[in-house]
């Protein structure tokens, strides 16, 4: 068997081998080359799409830094607006009107209804304070001092 084995047939298998061995190294190092190529476009997307976040996070936490600034000093000025003189008064006032519309609206038996009222005004003065509701601009109703308007006429004058 390995006298029919001659030197020239080992030679060429060698070569073509050698040949094939040669092109998948050609092809892995045009692949590799590719990749390195990908890899080097990932990173730059990667590094810009970091850079973008990073100037997006810090620009929000700007912003929730001035708007905590802001309604800080919000508060304060609402408590000093609060501690003004005449606001007691006024919010004590309100307190009682919005009582007295509600015992009207009700009208069942005034003791009841004026402490269900003045608890009801209170918790809504309450909540005026805390800053859950507006106060309201207009204190005094429009029918408070009566709703007509009194004309002259020719002979009234």
Same mark, same amino acid.
């Given at each position: 068997?390995? !006298?029919?084995? &001659?030197i020239?047939?080992?030679?060429?298998?060698? +070569?073509a081998? %050698? +040949?094939?061995a040669?092109?998948v190294?050609v092809?892995d $190092? *045009?692949? /590799?080359s590719?990749?390195?190529?990908? +890899?080097?476009r990932?990173?730059?997307?990667l590094h =810009?799409?970091?850079e *973008?976040d990073a100037?997006?996070?810090?620009?929000k936490?700007?912003e *929730? !830094?001035?708007?905590?600034?802001e309604?800080?000093? %919000?508060r304060?000025?609402?408590?000093a607006? %609060?501690?003004?003189?005449?606001?007691?008064?006024?919010?004590?006032?309100h307190v009682?009107?919005?009582? *007295? &519309?509600?015992?009207?609206s009700n009208?069942?038996?005034?003791?009841p209804a $004026? /402490?269900d009222a003045l608890r =009801?005004a209170? !918790?809504?003065?309450?909540?005026i304070?805390?800053g859950?509701?507006?106060f309201?601009k207009?204190?005094?109703?429009?029918?408070?001092f009566?709703?007509?308007?009194?004309?002259?006429?020719?002979? =009234? /004058?």
């Open positions: 068997m390995w !006298e029919t084995f &001659d020239q047939s080992l030679f060429f298998g060698l +070569i081998g %050698l +040949i094939v040669g092109l190294q092809k $190092w *045009i692949k /590799q590719g990749m390195k190529k990908e +890899i080097k990932l990173k730059a997307h =810009d799409k970091l *973008i100037e997006a996070i810090s620009s936490k700007g *929730i !830094e001035r708007l905590k600034r309604n800080e000093n %919000l304060v000025t609402n408590k607006l %609060l501690n003004k003189p005449g606001r007691q008064e006024m919010m004590s006032f009682y009107q919005s009582a *007295i &519309d509600k015992l009207n009208m069942m038996g005034f003791g $004026w /402490q =009801d209170k !918790e809504e003065v309450k909540e304070e805390e859950n509701k507006s309201m207009k204190v005094l109703p429009k029918g408070l009566g709703g007509t308007t009194y004309e002259l006429g020719e002979g =009234d /004058q």
